[in-house]
């Protein structure tokens, strides 16, 4: 009996144990198992992958412009019978310069769990995923599309935005520029009067 149970036990437990299997699945093809020994990083449509976000943009823009005219007008004194006339000249010249500059700086860095939505013939991982966070009524929200390669893909399932090839990342949050939503009524009634 005890032999007839450990030959039925091995014939279960086979494609659990099978050399080179990384996972193991039911008949209808859920996964139920996967190895110790596996590796643990996304590869198949479903799985979760995190990307660390570190990016940083700098724009710089200046223009300058410089106009100058000048001008000048001499009338002579006048000769015969327009002699009362005096000689007379005036003369003038106008500049004027401009310059202006503009500079902004963008810095982002989060950390978002994708979902891998599916697999280019290629072998890329497409992945989508998106973060909300309320913070103080303002909301916060990055959101990533993209494409990583899984030799990308670090130990610890996670990957750097820098190596997601056409990455896509869209962060809307508060406008740091205007800080205040609502105004006042004191301030309204100021603002009205001056």
Do not use: C
Not at 63 to 76: D, H, I, L, P
Not at 142 to 155: H, K, N, Q, T
Not at 156 to 178: F, K, M
């Amino acid at each position: 009996m005890s032999r007839a149970l450990t030959i039925a036990m091995l014939t279960l437990l086979t494609p659990l144990l099978a050399v080179g299997k990384d996972e193991a699945v039911t008949p209808d093809g859920g996964q139920f198992f996967r190895s110790l020994y596996s590796d643990h990083r996304a590869t198949q449509p479903g799985d979760i992958l995190f990307v660390v976000v570190s990016e940083s943009a700098m724009a710089s823009q200046t223009a300058s412009r410089t106009n100058a005219k000048s001008g000048s007008a001499e009338v002579g004194a006048g000769a015969g019978w327009l002699d009362f006339i005096q000689g007379a000249g005036f003369g003038g010249s106008l500049s004027a310069s401009a310059s202006g500059g503009s500079q902004r700086r963008n810095s982002l860095t989060t950390r978002i769990a994708v979902t891998v939505t599916g697999v280019t013939p290629a072998g890329t991982l497409l992945i989508e995923g998106e973060r909300t966070v309320r913070v103080n009524h303002d909301l916060q929200t990055a959101r990533l599309i993209g494409e990583v390669r899984s030799e990308d893909i670090r130990p610890d399932n996670s990957v750097l935005s820098e190596q997601i090839a056409n990455a896509t990342i869209d962060y809307r949050g508060p406008d740091p520029g205007q800080p205040g939503k609502r105004v006042g009524i004191i301030t309204r009634v100021l603002g009205w009067l001056f």
